[in-house]
């Protein structure tokens, strides 16, 4: 039987973090939809004020496209600094409307462009305020809703305060058993199933893969107990207990990868520790006894060390205080500023100004859809960049197609014209979290739902309009994306190897100088692990990406294979210099050290590293963990030129 081929990545590829297919519906998350945005709609057409209820089922139509699965306390966050940002747009952009400024409009909203982009690059919060920044402001610009600019603003996040509110009180409601607990106890317990399953692949093929979710889990128990904090949080005393735990986690990682790097397999006896310490985090009980290998090796020293400390932190005393990998607003504020936040900025800058001007010579007074498309699809953290357009543009048929049969249908010939939109609203919003599983999906349920907001909002055009907007809108954006120097795939990879190369670099220098404090240690290790995570997704979107637009930076995945062994030689290194190996020579450091420097440099400038001096084989001497990292810069080396 003859087969059909298999599509090609930049026509299927989903949206970052989505769920799949076969993954169980979240009921929870369809209730808090349903819940969202068709009441705060229905009072404002109940009440007779049809923008006002418009306005707040926008800002609970973003809140809850932002309520992913999240801990209580950052779920707040989450939703709330995307809220904030989208109410500051839309006070922004409604002021300009009401300037006059003509064809100015579009150089306006560029400059909100620029400040949206360079927020972007912060991180993944970040990026969903700058977006709600951009769109919004472009909505208030060219949405004619007779209502003072900032009563546009509160109404808009009054609809977000709302999705809040239902974010919390539901799970207070809704029995446990029916919701799949999210918090803080469940990502630590997480990181031990990690440590678990990468405890059982050592000595396999499937380490490296191990290692990776074991990055994964880390950087989602880490964003739960030290990250998206509100002001003034104080800890209770069991938030310490699971950041005493996640400190155990680190040390027994530290040894996990130490024998991973020594490739012996673990006993299964021994592979269960972590599982019985999950356990012990879920449930609350003690863990019992635990057991650790013979220390007859560097690695397994470590992990005798760090079970042993697991025993003791298990039973109530407090773990030695570690550094939490979290950005501080130094760092924060060089992402925004830096190459990528630069060269997003302007991108993103470049699609709406263009879009505006594009739209304002069409026929139509409502010009904001084609500049919001552009501003929403140009997100680089959704997809490839043909795949978000060719989704974009099939979903808004769809779209457009579902909406304009019901206008005709139920439209107000009927006699009932403020009634079936706030159904369809309802309906839309509840299917929020079932159409995360692909972009083009998530556009087909955002589209009507957002039409139909419109509607109530005076703007009773069936939306057949809307899709010739978003095909110009996928046009600008294809367009922007194939010219060089604004952030596209290949910008993307290289600030992303640079700085991850940079955080190895750290790394190394840290582990290689004299009677550095662990906590240093512990931390810097976990940032290069995530730089390295965040380089890997990049060249990951990057080789989706169809030929014209960098298909052909998937060859980078190997130069990023080759710097996570270096970072776990790294660690090992570390583990054995603990416990007594010899310092390496002064001179040999400062070689690993410039070559690394070096090679961020090349990749930061997007030129092959062919000048990296590295120190020869019989000079790294006895020890073995830094032979390793001079033979993974020379092969980093050999696979960049090549």
Same mark, same amino acid.
């Given at each position: 039987?003859?087969?059909?081929?298999?599509?090609?990545?930049?026509?299927?590829?989903?949206?970052?973090?989505?769920?799949?297919?076969?993954?169980?519906?979240?009921?929870?998350?369809?209730?808090?939809?349903?819940?969202?945005?068709?009441?705060?709609?229905?009072?404002?057409?109940?009440?007779?004020?049809?923008?006002?209820?418009?306005?707040?089922?926008?800002?609970?139509?973003?809140?809850?496209?932002?309520?992913?699965?999240?801990?209580?306390?950052?779920?707040?966050?989450?939703?709330?600094?995307?809220?904030?940002?989208?109410?500051?747009?839309?006070?922004?952009?409604?002021?300009?409307?009401?300037?006059?400024?003509?064809?100015?409009?579009?150089?306006?909203?560029?400059?909100?462009?620029?400040?949206?982009?360079?927020?972007?690059?912060?991180?993944?919060?970040?990026?969903?305020?700058?977006?709600?920044?951009?769109?919004?402001?472009?909505?208030?610009?060219?949405?004619?809703?007779?209502?003072?600019?900032?009563?546009?603003?509160?109404?808009?996040?009054?609809?977000?305060?709302?999705?809040?509110?239902?974010?919390?009180?539901?799970?207070?409601?809704?029995?446990?058993?029916?919701?799949?607990?999210?918090?803080?106890?469940?990502?630590?317990?997480?990181?031990?199933?990690?440590?678990?399953?990468?405890?059982?692949?050592?000595?396999?093929?499937?380490?490296?893969?191990?290692?990776?979710?074991?990055?994964?889990?880390?950087?989602? $128990?880490?964003?739960?107990?030290?990250?998206?904090?509100?002001?003034?949080?104080?800890?209770?005393?069991?938030?310490?207990?699971?950041?005493?735990?996640?400190?155990?986690?680190?040390?027994?990682?530290?040894?996990?990868?130490?024998?991973?790097?020594?490739?012996?397999?673990?006993?299964?006896?021994?592979?269960?520790?972590?599982?019985?310490?999950?356990?012990?985090?879920?449930?609350?009980?003690?863990?019992?006894?635990?057991?650790?290998?013979?220390?007859?090796?560097?690695?397994?020293?470590?992990?005798?060390? $760090?079970?042993?400390?697991?025993?003791?932190?298990?039973?109530?005393?407090?773990?030695?205080?570690?550094?939490?990998?979290?950005?501080?607003?130094?760092?924060?504020?060089?992402?925004?500023?830096?190459?990528?936040?630069?060269?997003?900025?302007?991108?993103?800058?470049?699609?709406?100004?263009?879009?505006?001007?594009?739209?304002?010579?069409?026929?139509?007074?409502?010009?904001?859809?084609?500049?919001?498309?552009?501003?929403?699809?140009?997100?680089?953290?959704?997809?490839?960049?043909?795949?978000?357009?060719?989704?974009?543009?099939?979903?808004?048929?769809?779209?457009?197609?579902?909406?304009?049969?019901?206008?005709?249908?139920?439209?107000?010939?009927?006699?009932?014209?403020?009634?079936?939109?706030?159904?369809?609203?309802?309906?839309?919003?509840?299917?929020?979290?079932?159409?995360?599983?692909?972009?083009?999906?998530?556009?087909?349920?955002?589209?009507?739902?957002?039409?139909?907001?419109?509607?109530?909002?005076?703007?009773?055009?069936?939306?057949?309009?809307?899709?010739?907007?978003?095909?110009?809108?996928?046009?600008?954006?294809?367009?922007?994306?194939?010219?060089?120097?604004?952030?596209?795939?290949?910008?993307?990879?290289?600030?992303?190897?640079?700085?991850?190369?940079?955080?190895?670099?750290?790394?190394?220098?840290?582990?290689?100088?004299?009677?550095?404090?662990?906590?240093?240690?512990?931390?810097?290790?976990?940032?290069?692990?995530?730089?390295?995570?965040?380089?890997?997704?990049?060249?990951?979107?990057?080789?989706?990406?169809?030929?014209?637009?960098?298909?052909?930076?998937?060859?980078?995945?190997?130069?990023?294979?080759?710097?996570?062994?270096?970072?776990?030689?790294?660690?090992?290194?570390?583990?054995?210099?603990?416990?007594?190996?010899?310092?390496?020579?002064?001179?040999?450091?400062?070689?690993?050290?410039?070559?690394?420097?070096?090679?961020?440099?090349?990749?930061?400038?997007?030129?092959?590293?062919?000048?990296?001096?590295?120190?020869?084989?019989?000079?790294?001497?006895?020890?073995?963990?830094?032979?390793?990292?001079?033979?993974?810069?020379?092969?980093?080396?050999?696979?960049?030129?090549?």
């Amino acid at each position: 039987m003859r087969t059909l081929p298999t599509p090609p990545d930049w026509l299927t590829h989903p949206l970052r973090g989505a769920r799949t297919l076969r993954d169980p519906i979240p009921w929870a998350a369809v209730a808090r939809g349903a819940l969202g945005v068709g009441p705060v709609v229905a009072v404002g057409v109940a009440s007779g004020h049809l923008p006002f209820g418009m306005l707040a089922g926008l800002g609970a139509m973003f809140a809850h496209v932002n309520d992913r699965p999240a801990t209580r306390a950052t779920r707040i966050v989450r939703i709330g600094l995307p809220a904030l940002a989208g109410a500051i747009g839309l006070l922004t952009g409604a002021w300009l409307g009401t300037l006059g400024l003509g064809m100015g409009i579009a150089l306006a909203l560029a400059a909100v462009g620029l400040v949206s982009g360079a927020i972007s690059a912060i991180g993944p919060v970040s990026s969903a305020a700058g977006m709600q920044l951009m769109v919004l402001a472009v909505v208030g610009a060219g949405m004619p809703v007779p209502v003072p600019p900032p009563v546009k603003a509160g109404l808009l996040f009054i609809g977000a305060i709302w999705v809040i509110a239902m974010a919390t009180l539901l799970p207070r409601v809704i029995p446990a058993r029916q919701t799949a607990p999210f918090d803080e106890r469940e990502t630590v317990a997480a990181v031990y199933d990690a440590l678990a399953e990468l405890m059982t692949a050592v000595g396999t093929d499937g380490g490296q893969a191990a290692r990776r979710r074991l990055t994964a889990a880390y950087d989602a $128990a880490y964003e739960a107990l030290y990250a998206h904090r509100l002001p003034f949080h104080r800890l209770d005393e069991e938030e310490r207990r699971l950041r005493d735990r996640l400190a155990v986690a680190g040390a027994l990682s530290e040894g996990v990868l130490t024998l991973l790097w020594e490739s012996e397999p673990v006993p299964g006896r021994i592979a269960r520790t972590p599982a019985q310490l999950a356990r012990s985090v879920r449930t609350g009980l003690p863990p019992g006894r635990l057991p650790a290998p013979v220390p007859d090796t560097a690695g397994n020293v470590a992990m005798h060390r $760090a079970v042993l400390l697991a025993a003791r932190v298990f039973d109530g005393e407090p773990a030695p205080p570690v550094g939490a990998v979290v950005p501080g607003h130094r760092q924060r504020l060089r992402r925004a500023l830096g190459p990528a936040g630069r060269e997003y900025a302007a991108r993103v800058a470049l699609c709406v100004g263009v879009s505006t001007v594009l739209a304002q010579q069409l026929p139509g007074e409502h010009w904001y859809w084609l500049p919001a498309t552009a501003a929403f699809l140009v997100k680089p953290d959704m997809g490839p960049l043909v795949s978000r357009a060719l989704s974009r543009a099939l979903g808004t048929a769809v779209g457009v197609a579902a909406f304009g049969g019901l206008a005709t249908l139920f439209g107000p010939g009927a006699g009932a014209p403020a009634i079936w939109p706030v159904v369809v609203a309802a309906v839309c919003s509840a299917l929020i979290p079932v159409s995360v599983r692909h972009f083009a999906l998530q556009t087909a349920v955002l589209t009507p739902l957002l039409l139909s907001l419109v509607y109530l909002g005076g703007d009773t055009d069936p939306g057949f309009t809307r899709l010739t907007d978003t095909l110009l809108a996928c046009g600008v954006v294809l367009a922007a994306g194939a010219l060089p120097g604004l952030g596209g795939p290949r910008a993307q990879v290289s600030v992303r190897l640079s700085l991850a190369v940079r955080a190895t670099r750290d790394h190394l220098d840290r582990v290689l100088t004299a009677e550095a404090p662990y906590a240093t240690r512990l931390r810097l290790r976990r940032e290069a692990y995530r730089a390295l995570a965040d380089a890997r997704r990049a060249v990951e979107v990057a080789g989706a990406e169809h030929p014209p637009f960098g298909r052909d930076l998937a060859a980078w995945a190997p130069v990023v294979f080759a710097l996570e062994e270096i970072v776990d030689a790294v660690t090992a290194c570390g583990v054995r210099l603990d416990q007594g190996a010899p310092q390496p020579e002064p001179a040999l450091a400062a070689r690993l050290r410039a070559a690394l420097s070096d090679l961020a440099d090349a990749v930061a400038a997007r030129r092959p590293p062919t000048d990296l001096v590295l120190p020869a084989g019989a000079a790294v001497g006895d020890c073995a963990t830094l032979a390793d990292v001079t033979a993974g810069l020379r092969r980093v080396r050999d696979l960049a030129v090549g």
